[in-house]
């Protein structure tokens, strides 16, 4: 109920120093291990999904509560309306209210708002503006966290590195593959993208293997490659999953849509039928390092990976998916926190 | 868990006596000002939503939760079902349950039931009768209160008339336009009646403005005439914005359909395509008394009224939407507080 | 978040010894009247509905908030997505994620998982295995809750057995006539499944009466006689609701699907349109012993029962819906409490 002059949001993890990048996750691991401080009390956290949400919803919301404070919780589908993201425009179409508005006054109600924006999907160019996150950044009173954007996102990507950090320890020098993976419905690239950027923080040499037309967004890459020259860390491509996993630590798949397609269905659909084999099996497996597997869920099973490394030793994917809990604590500790 | 014998409903402003209503106002400034005590440990609200909301939803629930009670969320849009009002009848039709029954049900698990109906918008004749919100106050245990019905939106109201007491000051003898806006979905005149009986009672110098067509419900009309004449203010209708500006306190925007057209789409929609300049500006508000600009949102910027005067230092929008959570406080303390 | 190695699952009432279901409607009694130890401080339950519910979902709240717990409630029709629930197969359907991983998932972010299926609707065959549920149960490391599948609906019946026991003190040798009912959108039989073994249980003499068609799941049946057998009760059916209705103490309506013709629309509808005389009136009422008249709802008033039953002095249905209340406090304090 006290906005702060300027806010603190988590739109993506350029918004943080190394220096916080790396408190926030011992803070993490230290959370795990100890408990958190009870750090919310009387405080409330405004969750908005646009699109739907299981794990993200739900551990945000046990999140916030364990830490003795109170979740809104408001879906798009059930409770409210489109908004409008663009300034200065005559608003006479479909949304009849503005995120500016909307930000403005949510934040007069909580202290904090959490955003899960819903990309119209037509034009990646459009799209990985990301234009619907920034409204809200830009006209809220209060922290904005960015629960998955077109281009970003923020909160696996600390729940991804918190859980190697957990496995692996020291991060430097280790090497981790992102395997594209097919499904019949692929998701966006921002897991990869965030992923991406904070490994190559962290200076690990990172191999992403993909089929030919499924290029991740070019300005991401310049910026991963940036912060690898940093770090001492690498980025590399590769057509080759078996090149991509070859030493690796860490295997960890994902599918995303093709941006060269971006929109368009029945490319798209075309594009993926040629791309049967790409999926995660212990052969693979195999080619790593004593590799763990890594998946940011929901998973195809069989499909983007076999039963037998899911359930197998080696599978991280639960832990990722436990760490959401303790890692939110932490950004909403350090954010919002008394 | 113990309802009263007679619970006390909110269901418009006539179910409050003047002095009752000058409590509220004043219990809400305070709040505003003070804080409010803690009045709900161990209650509950139960809010069934049977249309979307942001501003009620999220300001209700934040309200409730400050006050350490525990709000209980329901869409009918995802969670449950149709309901029947009718007394009486075979109920072999589309509604499963009738809402004496869910009402009674209800008052047993929960403190208190906020209420969002969904008018048919069939007949205005049928709408304004209230039925919904009605068969809840007559079967529920525990108060009802509405959160904007076909006739009535009482919660709207008392923010309102707290923001202009809180930028006004005393009331009697100040004048009130409200002017209808263009919108290509307009809103039911709701928001509009509850103000106009409530800016009557006060003693404001009311002046509605809108085109030809549009004209209020008779029965709200009659009854702000009267609340008027014991007030000493005054209501009058015209058709001309600037008359209704010129010399006014505050220019309050809305946009509301056509209760001649009401349920016939096309004649309403060929009738709003004749009402275009309907909207608020920097030229109309110069002809106030350093005219406030106010609007219950949500607002279609630059149809309803432009950036300028929206964004602007006289724009009251904001306070108005976030006393929603003061003026609630007030009502929830005084209709369930211990 | 410290699952128990191997969690207590509330299924069906089977999951409980007879000793063991006595326990909890001594403890739902003794809630009603004293009040409940707030059992829950620091402990979530998440609630997932795959189909829509009013009394369940806020009685369930209810009972989590009033104990010093905290609800996440989920809809799948706003919130999240399809679940997989067979084991093994290729997931190139519909459905992104298996139960298995959500359970899991779930299982590490609050302490019980109470869920309702949807089940599918094609086949009796199929539904009546319960997969979703025992998947569930499979798959989670904390207590499963079954909110109503195909075959069992466990807290109804709870409420239920708690209800009449305090009406009519001790239910050996007493008659329960269980009454099929006309609707244009019959319920499955979960609800009448799960009276008709736990009234077996306690020793009651069950008559159930139902068109011809409308026959129970042949295992329910078994177990229920089988029960009978040991509390020295009777299990009988009739297709006259008359004889049903002789010198019962307890009349209960229910409307549920014919699984003869489960699937098939059209059959059902015409086999439905022969029924319309099955409906409980005070003619029916009087053939009873002092009965009183019971409904789990949503009723439809006057097609299932008239208005002069069910809102006369005899009608139990207000207090069978607050029973759930109590009943479900006395379930989490069992299965969850500290």
Redesign the interface.
């Known amino acids: ?1 006290t906005p702060t002059a300027s806010p603190r949001h988590l739109v993506h993890l350029g918004d943080l120093e190394q220096s916080e990048l790396e408190d926030w996750i011992e803070l993490s691991l230290s959370i795990k291990r100890s408990g958190a401080a009870p750090a919310l009390p ?1 405080r ?1 956290l ?1 969750m908005l ?1 646009f699109r ?4 993200t ?3 945000f ?2 999140a916030v ?2 830490l003795g404070g ?1 979740a ?1 919780n ?2 798009a ?5 489109d908004l ?1 993201a663009r300034e ?6 479909r949304a ?3 995120i ?3 930000a ?3 934040s ?3 202290d904090a708002l959490a955003i899960r924006p819903a990309p119209a999907g037509h034009s990646w160019e459009l799209d990985r503006r990301d234009e619907g996150i920034h409204a809200w950044a830009m006209h809220a009173r209060v922290p904005v966290i960015n629960m998955e954007s077109a281009l970003w996102h923020p909160l696996q990507a600390l729940a991804d590195t918190m859980t190697m950090r957990e496995s692996l320890g020291a991060l430097a020098g280790r090497k981790l593959a992102i395997v594209w993976s097919h ?3 692929p998701s966006s690239p921002a897991v990869v993208h965030s992923l991406l950027v904070a490994a190559a923080r962290f200076g690990m040499n990172v191999s992403v293997a993909h089929p030919t037309g499924y290029e991740l967004d070019g300005e991401v890459i310049r910026r991963a490659k940036n912060a690898a020259e940093t770090s001492g860390g690498t980025v590399e491509f590769t057509s080759e999953r078996e090149a991509a996993a070859k030493g690796a630590h860490v295997v960890y798949a994902r599918s995303w849509r093709s941006i060269e397609h971006y929109g368009n269905t029945t490319l798209a659909a075309s594009q993926r039928s040629r791309t049967a084999g790409w999926s995660v099996d212990e052969a693979l497996m195999k080619l790593g390092e004593d590799a763990r597997f890594m998946h940011a ?7 983007e990976v076999t ?1 037998e490394v899911l359930d197998g030793p080696r599978s991280l ?2 832990t990722q ?2 760490n959401r ?1 303790h890692s939110q604590k932490a950004v909403l500790t350090r954010l919002l926190g008394r």
């Open positions: 109920m009387g409330s405004g999904f739907g949400s299981l794990r919803r739900t551990s919301e046990a509560n364990q109170h809104i408001m879906s589908a059930s409770d409210f309306w409008e200065g425009v005559v608003m006479d179409g009849p209210e503005h500016r508005d909307a403005a006054v949510l007069s109600y909580v499904a019949p419905e869920m929901p998973i195809r099973r069989n499909l039963d994917t639960l998916a436990e809990l």
